[in-house]
């Protein structure tokens, strides 16, 4: 029999609830829209959409539960709808035969080993270039707490037992196949396909790309050999173990906006932050040569909610846009950045183990960075930087919470992918030159990516793209920091989806996906300093994998809109059949390549210490 609900997991429910039924009937949430694109809206329009944002702002922060809540009216719903409220468990059935899908969760540890902090050979990655950031260790949280970073692991069936594997990797970033050894994304697919027999092409991994995060790309300064072989280990253990952890269930699926509350509400020092601003911007803005905005990102948080047949919570997953930044440069403690912390929060929100943070198309979208302690930095008091952090968390959780209570059943059935290797001509020579310039064991001074076939073919970079849907749910999986107009591409040329997730750094890191191509001058020009058009391989990429997206999409039974505008009127469509002209399937497991310097620590002269 279902266990009554306890009086204060129940108060917190209806407080959930009561902003979800305000915001079905307008109540307090009211709707927003922007201005189409390269207009200019009036002065008191745009103060009002403040003033709405600001209110909605507030509305979700005032009902975010200081309790543990139950779960949600809208999980509840679901379970109860499908008739599959059960009265008991056996066997991990969670008394849910009939429910449309399974799901499982998982999560395992990728702190360093003392060893590791111990050899100075452990840096964090991100900001500028060179050997920068020595960790010293774990980011201590303004509470007190020793943070710690994690491998996130979700595994998702249908019926007939198609199976799609999702897991994030906190971290800088992760290539699909290393010169040290086989401890890329694409070894932790080959394995865990091995292990569960979900074909290659249905499972993604991606990075959260936190700048407080350890450097597995190193430009920054690296990280030491057995630590990849670590992180690949503990990756495939996670997924494995997802697997393995799946149950009957219903998904639920879930969005919002978030937007900063009134200072006043949220607790932030006042000018720290703007209210009624997105919790994502862009780093660059109006072209005024060609009159497209580079101000545009994707500002939607997303969330997929596995609810079991009692309607307990497996676990969430959490989709946004914000690049990991939150903390500065001068950080040397490790941490997931917002993604993790973010996670951990809706973990103790809504009562589930897991939860995993995907993060979407954070090319050119950074985060505000209101601080709350006045006194940051001082003789015992936090660092600004973890102020920042938890300051930024305290706002963006709640509006996790708020999409999942207003969550709806994943419409649709059935499991379904597609993957090409793409190949495409390097251009940019400084970041092939680090990247591709010998092999020695230099920290800091040339990339981790593999430089053999077929990852690397002479200039011609070979890597991943994929798209799946779950249910109406559309999935696209991008290798790098993709620029949100990739997004906004896809959904323009494709149509009958529930909803658009978007997993960023996925399957590999060949950094900016900068589109549309037209943009790239004005990308480079408008903000000198800015490293966009440093760390990318070739100008063109960004067009190439909404092509190759927009193909799979369709490919997967979403029907083409017909657009020929993609980025819309300021931009020209690419040419997408020559671009995808050279797009394969992938050719299977690729020989590793050799790696004669052992655990790589050792600097050879000239090079620093």
Not at 218 to 230: A, E, F, I, R, T
Not at 530 to 547: E, P, R, S, T, W
Request: charged residues 15%.
């Amino acid at each position: 029999m279902r266990l009554p609900i306890p009086p204060r997991r129940r108060r917190a429910l209806a407080a959930l609830s009561a902003v979800a039924t305000a915001a079905a009937l307008g109540l307090v949430l009211p709707a927003v829209h922007s201005a189409p694109q390269g207009s200019a809206p009036a002065a008191d329009t745009v103060a009002q959409v403040a003033a709405q944002r600001a209110a909605q702002a507030a509305a979700v922060y005032r009902a975010y539960p200081a309790a543990t809540p139950a779960p949600t009216a809208g999980a509840q719903a679901a379970a109860t709808a499908t008739g599959t409220a059960s009265s008991g468990r056996q066997g991990g059935n969670h008394g849910g035969r009939n429910l449309p899908w399974r799901a499982g969760f998982d999560k395992e540890l990728l702190d360093p080993s003392a060893g590791d902090l111990a050899s100075h050979n452990f840096h964090l990655g991100g900001y500028g270039i060179f050997p920068t950031r020595q960790s010293t260790g774990p980011l201590v949280d303004g509470d007190g707490s020793v943070e710690h970073i994690y491998v996130r692991a979700l595994a998702v069936s249908d019926k007939q037992g198609h199976t799609m594997l999702m897991a994030a990797l906190e971290n800088q970033g992760t290539f699909t196949a290393y010169k040290q050894g086989p401890f890329g994304i694409d070894d932790v697919r080959e394995q865990v396909a091995h292990d569960t027999g979900v074909p290659v092409d249905m499972i993604v991994v991606n990075s959260d790309h936190s700048h407080a995060g350890p450097d597995l790309i190193g430009l920054w300064g690296g990280v030491p050999v057995d630590y990849l072989q670590y992180v690949h280990d503990q990756a495939v253990l996670a997924l494995d173990r997802a697997y393995a952890a799946r149950v009957p269930a219903q998904l639920l699926v879930g969005s919002d906006t978030p937007v900063v509350p009134d200072p006043s509400v949220g607790g932030y020092i006042p000018g720290t932050a703007k209210p009624g601003e997105d919790m994502v911007h862009s780093q660059f803005g109006l072209d005024t040569l060609t009159n497209y905005d580079d101000g545009a990102v994707d500002t939607e948080l997303r969330v997929l909610q596995a609810v079991d047949g009692d309607g307990n919570m497996l676990g969430t997953l959490i989709n946004y846009a914000a690049h990991a930044t939150v903390m500065g440069g001068g950080n040397v403690q490790y941490s997931a950045d917002w993604p993790g912390r973010v996670a951990r929060a809706t973990e103790t929100a809504l009562s589930e183990p897991v939860a995993v943070t995907m993060v979407a198309d954070v090319g050119r979208s950074q985060p505000p960075r209101p601080n709350s302690n006045p006194s940051c930095g001082q003789t015992g008091q936090e660092s600004c930087d973890v102020d920042q952090l938890d300051t930024y968390t305290h706002l963006l959780a709640p509006w996790v919470t708020q999409a999942v209570a207003t969550a709806t059943p994943v419409t649709g059935s059935g499991i379904a992918g597609g993957e090409v290797m793409t190949r495409e001509e390097g251009t940019n020579g400084a970041l092939l030159g680090a990247t591709y310039s010998g092999e020695v064991p230099v920290r800091g001074y040339g990339a981790y990516r593999s430089s053999t076939p077929p990852w690397i073919t002479g200039t011609v970079i070979g890597t991943f793209v994929s798209v799946h849907r779950i249910g109406d749910v559309l999935l696209t999986a991008a290798p790098g920091e993709a620029y949100p107009d990739i997004r906004f591409g896809v959904s323009r040329s494709v149509r009958g989806y529930q909803s658009l997730f978007t997993f960023g750094l996925a399957n590999d890191q060949l950094g900016y996906l900068i589109a549309p191509t037209t943009e790239y001058a004005w990308i480079t020009g408008s903000n000198p300093g800015n490293d966009n058009a440093l760390f990318n391989v070739a100008a063109q990429y960004g067009d190439h994998v909404m092509c190759t997206q927009t193909a799979l999409a369709e490919s997967l039974g979403f029907p083409a809109t017909g657009n020929a505008a993609p980025y819309g009127a300021n931009a020209p469509a690419p040419n997408c059949a020559a671009l995808t002209a050279t797009d394969v399937l992938p050719a299977g497991p690729a020989p590793q390549q050799p790696w004669p310097f052992g655990d790589g620590t050792a600097l050879p002269s000239p090079f620093p210490q």
